[in-house]
């Protein structure tokens, strides 16, 4: 990675790259496992005659060298005791130093060596990183390329060994430490801001490269030394045989083979990273789950696949939490997509997309996703091929994959395999390898960590909009005397809950309770707030108060739960009986009425009052008389409100498209949307950002002759007097059928007034509306208590038979006392 100075590029951290390396790798016994072509040329032993030795040996401490082998340099300093121990693992730490290197040439010309050692964690043998490099080559690249600096090549730990050292060249007075800190997790996705910060740090105060490895993050292309020496030795075999074919003489070929074989191994290297490059710059450019799927899918077909299958956890591909517990032989794996190079059609009935299936233990499929490491195999058998389609029910799948080379490799995410990729090649095409298998599991490593951004943010999306329904209420679209539609629209997809609501409550006398509130800001904590406020608003209304007052107590809750929201509310009540709006405003925009008469539309002119939170400011309510048949609307300011345009052209555009005649309530609610969005979108501003809530209700009004009422006295007598009302009443009405029901609970309920209360008058109310309402009202405030009567109790059965033959039934205090009411559905005719 090279980085610049404010006054240009840094030229030293680009003659890394022109100087070679030499490499080499130590296991836990101390024994060379891998010998790179630099390192041949620096100290002069073969590949062949290091790999397996002793390290000690080879990289000698203190000036001892093998018996057996004439150094190409005898070594004045050694390598230092810093090497000396780590090549004997007493320090845990990355070392680094210098040595003096005599070559056996005329003059006898001193060479400086600077090396670094770093210790290595991880599953393989692998425990020690060596890198050296001739510091007399450095200087000459430095006095062509950078005439103006004359350090010392051998310091050291200067800026000269910073300039050499692999991974990140650096001074210690770069100015830009904070800002490397920052990207350092776009290079390395699980690595927070503080841990990167940590590793600059360290590599400015020590002077020389950090190196670590996580048994829990997967860094882009790891490098696994075990599968660079097979691929080696393979490339090296196929070489010799090609070149003895040719009729090479081996010593001839033998004498070009390092430069070739790094040549080769370069390019393969090379090739592969910018594939992995490219596939990841392809990938993740949207957080939707299924376009996530099919993006990964086609990053590998044709380049490195014929065909690429994606199977994913049953949880994930249904948006819930993360996966529990390693999957086993009955969890199911659902097939999300198949890409392939095959005539169209040939693999949708055989392995349709959408499929869920188990994989049994003796398939590869099953050991990848429970090792969670990638599975090779480099031709499919017949006999696997049988083991295969087994799984296959009356579909014959074994023309799909037999004779052809798979790689099956994991999708995985903080350690929990999500699913897998199953990728074939045609028997044309070379033979997934060694390398091959390292490619696709990085390729899997970063289309994991998408999938998982793109489950979270389904998961996320999936629980905001169950937590947003779950604190809407579910209105009915008919209530006493009026027709209900509502409409919620989240503001944008990354802040779908919010504090606007809307509710209906049912009051005493047939009336309706019609709210709509919005608790300024978004998110969850205004969600709750808003949830609290709804369940206040409800408890109130059933309380039967007036609508100045439930705001002035809904004021005071706000008070009382907190000072850090705010929020509007608007509350009517309408009574279908009187033909009467009673409304009250809490700094919400005003209604919408819509006359049936004319069709004219109007904002109604209300007290705006203060939001609810502030405190102390005082509540007003107003009347307003409507016929049936006209509409009210009432909405959040997300509808008509968007930022840099004037409120004034969205409630024009309400009350306008309010007008329009619809064959439905829901479509009258949907005309008033697209108006009001199209009105937004031809100012430019970029449409609506808000939630928006929008209530509609129709008010139909019921009329005089389906409704009755009788005072009565509070006399024992008067019982047998209401029964008999209520029977005369029903036939009028032609719904005798509901006749000894009703009068049974009206008995019942009257009853208990003359008996049990200290009233001074009694109210019969029938009001014949969708259902068969009763009321009984009466001067006394106590309310009735449904009481768990006993088999020799007198008293207590009254409530309890009307609570077993009433549809519905309820009790509220009133002004002047309280109401007893029940419902009975009326018979289908």
Not at 25 to 32: H, K, N, S
Not at 295 to 303: G, K
Not at 390 to 417: C, T, Y
Not at 658 to 674: F, G, L, N, Q
Request: with cysteine; hydrophobic share 40%; net charge negative.
């Amino acid at each position: 990675m090279e980085r610049g100075t404010p006054d240009g590029p840094v030229a030293k951290s680009a003659v890394a790259g022109r100087i070679p390396l030499a490499v080499v790798v130590v296991d836990g016994a101390g024994l060379v496992s891998h010998w790179s072509v630099g390192a041949r040329r620096l100290f002069g032993y073969t590949k062949e005659e290091a790999v397996g030795r002793p390290a000690g040996d080879l990289l000698p401490v203190h000036g001892a060298l093998p018996e057996d082998r004439e150094p190409h340099g005898a070594y004045d300093d050694g390598l230092g005791p810093d090497l000396e121990t780590s090549l004997d693992g007493r320090i845990s730490y990355p070392a680094a130093g210098r040595a003096r290197l005599t070559e056996p040439e005329p003059g006898g010309t001193r060479a400086d060596v600077l090396w670094w050692a770093y210790p290595l964690v991880g599953p393989g043998p692998e425990r020690l990183l060596v890198l050296a490099a001739d510091a007399a080559r450095l200087a000459a690249h430095e006095q062509a390329g950078e005439a103006e600096d004359s350090g010392d090549p051998g310091c050291e730990r200067g800026e000269q060994v910073e300039r050499i050292a692999p991974g990140f060249a650096l001074h210690t007075d770069f100015p830009g430490a904070d800002e490397l800190a920052g990207r350092l997790p776009e290079i390395l996705p699980s690595m927070s801001v503080e841990e990167s910060s940590r590793i600059v740090a360290q590599i400015l105060e020590l002077g020389y490269p950090v190196l670590e490895f996580s048994q829990h993050d997967r860094v882009p292309v790891t490098p696994d030394w075990g599968v660079a020496r097979r691929a080696e030795r393979k490339a090296r075999k196929e070489r010799a045989e090609r070149a003895a074919a040719r009729g090479v003489p081996p010593s001839v070929y033998a004498a070009g083979e390092d430069d070739e074989g790094e040549d080769i191994e370069y390019a393969a290297v090379r090739e592969r990273l910018e594939f992995l490059n490219e596939v990841s710059g392809r990938i993740g450019s949207s957080l939707d789950l299924s376009h996530t799927i099919v993006e990964v899918s086609r990053a590998v077909v044709p380049r490195f696949t014929d065909v690429a299958g994606t199977y994913l956890r049953e949880q994930v591909v249904a948006g819930e939490g993360f996966p529990e517990g390693p999957p086993d032989e009955t969890t199911l794996w659902h097939r999300v997509a198949v890409e392939h190079t095959d005539e169209p059609g040939r693999w949708d009935d055989v392995v349709p997309v959408g499929e869920s299936m188990p994989f049994p233990a003796h398939t590869p499929f099953f050991q990848c996703m429970t090792s969670g490491d990638p599975v090779l195999v480099p031709r499919i058998t017949e006999e696997m091929g049988n083991a295969i389609a087994s799984q296959f029910e009356k579909r014959d799948i074994r023309p799909l994959i037999n004779h052809r080379s798979m790689l099956v490799v994991p999708l995985k995410a903080r350690n929990v395999v999500l699913g897998f990729m199953i990728l074939l090649r045609h028997q044309e095409r070379p033979v997934f390898n060694d390398m091959d298998r390292v490619t696709g599991a990085e390729l899997a490593a970063r289309a994991g960590l998408v999938l998982d951004n793109a489950r979270m943010y389904t998961y996320q999306e999936s629980v905001a909009d169950t937590l947003q329904d779950s604190m809407l209420p579910h209105i009915e679209p008919r209530m006493s005397g009026c027709d209900i539609a509502t409409r919620y629209l989240p503001g944008t997809l990354l802040g779908r809950v919010g504090g606007d609501w809307f509710d209906s409550v049912k009051l005493p006398g047939s009336r309706t309770a019609l709210v709509v509130g919005d608790v300024m800001g978004h998110g969850l904590n205004s969600a709750a707030m808003m949830g609290q406020l709804r369940t206040a608003v409800q408890t109130m209304a059933a309380l039967d108060l007036p609508p100045e007052q439930l705001l002035r107590n809904l004021d005071d809750l706000a008070q009382r739960l907190g000072e850090h929201y705010l929020a509007t509310c608007l509350y009517a009540v309408y009574d279908p009986i009187a033909g009467e709006l009673h409304l009250a405003n809490a700094g919400h925009i005003p209604p919408v009425l819509v006359r049936a008469e004319d069709g004219r539309s109007e904002l109604l002119d209300l007290p705006t009052g203060a939001p609810i939170g502030v405190g102390g400011v005082p509540f007003e309510s107003v009347r307003v008389r409507v016929a049936p048949g006209d509409r009210l609307l009432m909405c959040t300011d997300g509808l008509v409100e968007v930022r840099g345009e004037d409120i004034g052209v969205g409630l024009a555009t309400l009350t306008e498209s309010a007008a329009h005649p619809a064959a439905s309530m829901d479509e009258a609610c949907d005309t008033i949307i697209r108006a009001l969005a199209a009105t937004f979108a031809d100012t430019g501003s970029g449409g609506r950002k808000d939630d928006v809530a929008l209530l509609m209700a129709r008010l139909n009004g019921i009329a005089a002759e389906n409704v009755a009422h009788w005072r009565l006295a509070v006399d024992p007598s008067e019982v047998g007097r209401a029964r008999e009302l209520v029977r005369e009443q029903l036939r009028a009405w032609s719904l005798e059928a509901l006749g000894d029901s009703a009068e049974l609970l009206v008995s019942e309920l009257v009853t208990n007034v003359v008996r049990h209360s200290r009233s001074t008058r009694v109210d019969l109310r029938l009001v014949h509306a969708g259902a068969l309402l009763c009321e009984v009202e009466d001067d006394d405030h106590t309310l009735p208590t449904l009481l768990s009567a006993g088999p020799d109790d007198e008293f207590g059965r009254g409530l309890r038979v009307v609570s077993t033959l009433a549809k519905e039934w309820g009790t509220s205090r009133t002004n002047s006392g309280k109401t007893v009411w029940f419902e009975l559905a009326l018979p289908r005719r």
